[in-house]
DNA sequence: CAACATACGGAACCGCGTTCCGTTTACGCA
DNA sequence: TGCGTAAACGGAACGCGGTTCCGTATGTTG
């Protein structure tokens, strides 16, 4: 069996990810690495002997809201009047969840290669789940779509990016356009082709 | 009458212009500003005096395809069948603008204050035309909206951002989706409320 | 051709993520 | 209980990017 992490180091973790969700709270999920170590009473080499990288620890941080999020997905469907409006309310909290976090929209679009674990986690948990709605709404005949699952997470999470203080610009007023743009042509809709 | 500028900074400025252009195709907008000198063969400190921040100089290159972008509009208006037709066209066009340039609509929702120039010319040049595309195709009765050119102009932009080399993700036709979602619902449909 | 303002080059500075290494400390064993 | 060792720690140091500063070079003007 592999041997037990030490017990100052099981108790620093915990008190990274706590020093961690508070200044990210306060200062956005930009906050430089020193801070966070500050915070938590550690040195900076601390954080990365647990963390490999600034984004790994992010991760770590929201797993939990990710998977709530991923787990909300299938309980909106049973809920739902339809599978459309199940899709919209899943996205509605997405949209949400990515709001209140200072800069994660913008953090998690940064092609940076030590953001991949981020947007990795992102994709692995939310994208089956998305998947299962879309399919449900597709079914139903509600979409007319040819969207595939990642570009729809990812195109919501685009129109999350750089919300912070601008107050002309509501993200989710142009997610609910986005979706509505989802569904099905009614009839006599002729559709502009562009160029 | 301000005295003229010495003939040597007016042939830096222009070599330093063609210079960040050449780089940034090949580099992306993200180029190191110590690329952009060596390339121009002459030193950062030169850049400065030119462009006082990173930003400016983006702009300065970038500058003319803004303006041209902005000329198109009411050209388009007038040509296309509908003022809706014309309004995606030319979001087309800003689209294309956008991702041909790599890292530019990145660059475009960064909210470091340096950046604001690069935000400020693309708003001041751009959103009278498209408050124009707007205001048409909601005259013509083709358009249901609520929304503002800002916040259409700031959600395209977004949509583009970091397309790079990610061919599952195709901006083009999400933003096309969004300005379907714009176009007015026909009768009978039955737009599912969100919570 | 001198004298001066203008422009230049690039070293230096700051903030950030990350790495490295000498020091400290928890834990198992005598 | 004391000791040896591996695990964990702190924080100085590094690389990189934008920006600033200042001593040097050069176009311009009389």
Redesign the interface.
Known sequence: MPPQKRADARRNEQTLLDAAASVFVTSGVDAPVRDIAAQAGVGVGTIYRHFPTRADLIVAVYRHQVDACAEAGPALLKEG??A??AL??WI?LFVGFLVTKHGLA?VL???NASFRNLHGLFLERLLPVCAQLLDAAVATGEIRT???P??LL??VG??C??V???E???AR??V????????VA?P??D??P??
């Open positions: 009047p339809t459309h409006a919209s309310r509605d913008a679009q940064s092609d040819e969207i595939s990642y570009e990812r195109g685009n129109l990016a750089g912070e203080g601008d002309r610009y509501d007023r142009l609910k356009l986005l979706v509505t743009g989802l569904r009614q006599g809709d559709v502009t562009v160029a």
